[in-house]
């Protein structure tokens, strides 16, 4: 929780205060609550961090923020103190990431001066299927200087033209789920197509990682993937674009074979490359 993150997108992550409650299927596995559960925290309660809350305070350059990566910063439970967190916000000279899936709550939660939107904010939605596109229209309709949709874990289709084409968003960053107990894996159908609507509406698109499942390369499937290290392999299943898994992971396309091999193991290359498109703040 600080400087030197490990999180593809940012420097560093603040959690002025942690703890949260899961609010859809992408919350199912949430590692925010796997992290703190190896430190005996109590996921479910909010509560005000006694030693982090200040330390954007305290870093010597200005940096990438993750801010609330251990909860949500429109929790209502933190309205307590979220208008102390704007002061050091406002006030610091880093570039804060503003994650939610609580996108209803953010009007009612801005700062007084908020305006148009601090310079140096930019609001995020996490979207995990279509079902749950509509966050990103809520932040469409709430000023900001800069917008971005957090596609992870991404766990089913996601259809991003007409939001993307229609609203002014700065980037997309994309991701399949971690953790090699109950992660779901990302079907690689999903990923091309959000990264197609970005290059249409010409948004920056950004691939995190696959997470725990990498796509094993099919005579059938119109895509190749990075060869599959067989060592690492600790499940096989087939995913369709539906989001239905099989055991039998020889049916053919649109079905896919999955390799369970982990986070580090699987990577974040797509189509053959690294995605890390996204806005430049520093410009």
């Known amino acids: ?112 001066d908020w305006g148009d939107g601090y310079p140096n904010v930019m609001l995020v939605v996490s979207i995990e299927n279509h079902d749950y596109v509509q966050r990103g229209y809520m932040l469409s309709r709430v000023p900001a200087q800069y917008r971005g949709i957090s596609a992870e874990p991404l766990i089913g289709e996601l259809d991003l033209l007409d939001l993307l084409a229609n609203s002014q968003f700065n980037e997309v960053i994309v991701g399949g789920e971690s953790g090699m107990k109950n992660s779901r894996p990302c079907h690689p159908l999903w990923i091309n197509k959000i990264r197609l609507h970005c290059e249409i509406a010409q948004v920056p698109f950004f691939f995190k990682q696959w997470g725990a499942w990498l796509p094993i390369n099919s005579d059938d499937f119109p895509m190749e993937f990075d060869p599959t290290p067989v060592s690492k392999i600790k499940r096989m299943l087939s995913l369709h674009p539906t989001g239905k898994t099989s055991d039998n992971a020889e049916l053919t396309f649109p079905w896919i074979p999955m390799a369970k091999i982990g986070k580090q193991a699987a990577g974040r290359r797509f189509l053959g490359r690294i995605w890390d498109n996204k806005l430049n703040w520093r410009q």
């Open 1 to 112: 929780m600080a400087k030197n993150s490990n999180i593809e997108w940012t420097d560093a992550t603040w959690n002025p205060w942690y703890g949260c409650n899961k609010v859809s299927p992408g919350c199912k596995h949430c590692y925010a609550e796997r992290d703190m559960n190896r430190f005996d925290m109590n996921f479910s309660q909010v509560k005000r961090s006694k030693t982090k809350f200040d330390e954007p305070l305290k870093w010597d350059k200005p940096l990438e923020v993750f801010t609330c990566s251990w909860s949500d910063f429109f929790h209502g439970d933190a309205d307590r103190w979220r208008t102390e967190a704007w002061d050091i916000i406002k006030n610091t000279p880093h570039f804060y990431r503003i994650l939610t899936k609580r996108p209803e709550n953010i009007l009612d939660r801005l700062p007084k």
